[in-house]
């Protein structure tokens, strides 16, 4: 992968770690890693565009997160300590 994709990766990542609900969480990281694997092999312009595909997915999973910490849930049983 190269420095735009790594970055657009850990960014997407680090946002899905941000989300309140621990289904939606889970979800969102299945998805940002099925996503990069699934277009390991992309090259030229078909890469470029899936990087502005995965910049809006990323504006879109902040707005969630954000959403997620004005209207919190309660805690999962996945997630109790």
Known sequence: MTSPQ??????????????????FRSYAHRRVKAGFLANRNL?????TAAIVEGGKQLE???????????YPSDRSVMESN
């Open 60 to 70: 879109m999973l902040k707005r969630q997160a954000i959403l997620g910490q004005l």
């Open 43 to 47: 090259q030229g312009e078909e890469a």
């Open 6 to 23: 790594v970055s657009l990766f850990r960014s997407l990542l680090r946002e899905a770690s941000k989300v309140d609900n621990y289904n």
